[in-house]
């Protein structure tokens, strides 16, 4: 193997100049040996594996052979299934690491797969199984059937936890049936090792990928389902919160190349760097060098070192930035060299320069693509605003303009379309930012104090100036009072406001921007709403209306605005609407879906009366208010017997007719202060108040089981029904809502065996059998 390594570096090192180039390398496993800088030298492949994994539209190939295994980046349209023995021809490319792009791939025919080997987290995490087919014991977190970003099939993502760490399990099947039951199973998984990377191909966690769900072998389900547990207050999810951290802590060394005092800073190492989370607020120097001990972790994607504690070497080492094309950053991966975190230079044109409270930014125009540079004010994110705002530095609009700092890429996955990703650049200091060229003095703005100068010419330059002032002033002032209106129409949407508050809202939103013209606003249903005087809805009046359309393309009304008012163009008012338009489109959606929301979570979908949830609230509050004044109420229980047999024999169609047939029946027998709702299935509960004594409720009982004195009609023909009644009386049979509502349905319960036994003596007598169209 030494021998073969060392002949490979002196091939690669280009030893001869006339030297015939090297032989295909047929043994995966001294393919594997390879290091990066040799296998970036592109070398030829010939070797034979067997199949691991295979994702046929993704082109995803894993092999191995023995101990050794590699990705393969196939090109090809194949079929391809785990344990096939292929014969790989390409070239070696570098990454994390390498890898074969290959030119040709034959199956050589089928066989077993390689033996899988048990891997920890450990493991798998330092890369000592990278490439091959292992096995882990694992416990589900999170099962769910994901979307293909660039892939025409969705895939199943797994969440599991390996010795105690989140893990990410690809599994190339797409039967959203198959995750029923996984959640907080304990698992063996065998399947294909691989990361998640950042643009520098650094390990960023782990990937598991796996053929099928038949490679996950279930150890233990779940001891609880997870859909039984009790709800838990939203205010109190943090009581189930528990993490062990065994995370270690790290040492690395290099230059500062940026920092924010008691925020981050960013080291480099040679063409390594690293964004640090550190509370230090030690005054740093750029360019020192620093030692750095903290934890790794990963955030938003990006490999990072958190909790960190700084020492200062006071030994200068400064990184020297090239200067790069936007595209040479924006490129990583296995596509070229990433530049995440590192101290760039990058050149461009000023597009616009914006102020804010807490940073400085420029956008720049650079190879046809909009950069941001950024720079963030000393302490003004904690509001430590003692010390003064540097002022910012003014560069021409249209200056080429040469800008230093880090490179913040904006997503983490390489492996994007065309592996272009976009980018900021954090700048360290004002003096980040120099002038290469000064703008052309031939350009917009000039042109534009030319003719300001031949008209200064022509007209008295005080009273232009003052008039031009005043007007652009009111025309601010006009436009930052019609956003702030805007700003709270959103909010008021957002917090689910009434609807016709809103659009009043939004039609004086309107006759403010048109210097005060009346706008009112016609709903479907009817509803006007806005100011429309009498007088305005004549014939003889130009109007102008804009409909207010729904996403789906269904009209919701229209807005209207009349001619009125000196200098009021149609043009003006037309574009008014469209805006206000849109605003109450947004209003109106926005409100049918907060109230169909609300009527989904407080009413039975079925029959339309109240769910579960919904009585017991009313229980919850009942028992609280009788409490305080000493009253008195009923619970009735009512199951509906045999229903099973009606879904049964003639179809669930027909049982859902039933139930509502019933519940129809029970609100005509109903006070309007009574409370009917579904618990579930084929039991019913009412809620009385004001409930004399118990004759009081049992009267109501009794209405209710008159509801089946008539039968009822069902598509299949007429059948008659029956049910089991229980009641409960506050606070005679509970005193609390677990108590009441067991009271209730014991009685109930009682009820119905007393029915069977009736039922069974009745089923003894020849002459009482029941047709086919009872059922009780």
Known sequence: MRKLLAF?????????????????????????????????????VNFEATVIYYRSYGRELFVQDGNAAIYVYNSQALRLIPGDRILVKGTTHESFRPYIASSEIDVEGHGALPKPVPATYEQMIRGETDCRLVTVHALIRSADLVPGANYPLPGIRLQVLVDGSSVDVDVNDSDENKLKDLLDAEVEITGADSGHFDNKMEQTGILLHVQTLNDIKILKWAGTDPWSLPITPIDRVITGYRIVDQTQRMRIRGTITYYHSGTAMVLQDGDRSLWVSTGTNEPMRLGDLVEVTGFPDIRNGFLTLTRAEVKDTMISKPVAPALFTWRELAVGGNNGQGHGFDLVTIEGQVVAEVREATQDGYVLSTDGHLVSAVFSHPGAQWGQSSAPIVPMKELPIGARVRVTGICILSNPNPFNDNGEVAFDIYLRSPDDVSVVTQPPWLNVRHLVYLVSLLMIALLAIGARAWYTEHKSRRRTAVLAQIERRRSYILEDINASRPLSEIIEKITALVAFTLGGAPCWCQLVDGNELGSCPEELKGPARQIVEHAIVARNGLPLGTIYAPLVGRGLSEARAREALAVAAELATLAIET????????????????????????????????????????????????????????????????????LQQVVARMKHQLRPSDTLARLGGDELAVLVPSAR?????????????????????????????????????????????????????????????????????LSARPEAALTSETIK
């Not at 009644?725 to 009685?747: C, H, K, M, N, V």
């Open 591 to 658: 409100s049918r879906l907060y109230s169909d929301l609300v009527h989904r979570s407080e009413f039975d979908l079925l029959t339309d009366i109240y769910n579960r949830f919904s009585l017991e609230t009313s229980l919850d509050s009942l028992i609280h208010s009788a409490s305080q004044s000493a009253a008195i109420f009923g619970l009735i229980y009512i199951d509906l017997n045999e229903f099973k047999q009606v879904n049964d024999r003639y179809g669930h169609n027909a049982g859902d007719l039933y």
């Open 693 to 761: 004594n118990r004759a009081a409720v049992m009267d109501i009982a009794l209405r209710l089981e008159c509801c089946f004195d008539d039968p009822f009609e069902l598509p299949s023909g007429p059948i008659r029904g029956s049910a089991s009644i229980g009641i409960a009386l506050y606070p005679e049979d509970g005193a609390t809502r677990d108590s009441i509502l067991s009271a209730a349905d014991a009685a109930m319960y009682a009820a119905k065996h007393d029915h069977r036994k009736l039922m069974q003596m």
């Open 8 to 44: 490979l570096v002196m091939a690669v090192s280009g030893a001869g100049a006339s030297a015939a180039p090297p032989a295909p390398l047929t043994s995966l496993h001294a393919i594997t040996a390879l290091t990066n800088a040799q296998a970036s030298q592109r070398l030829p």
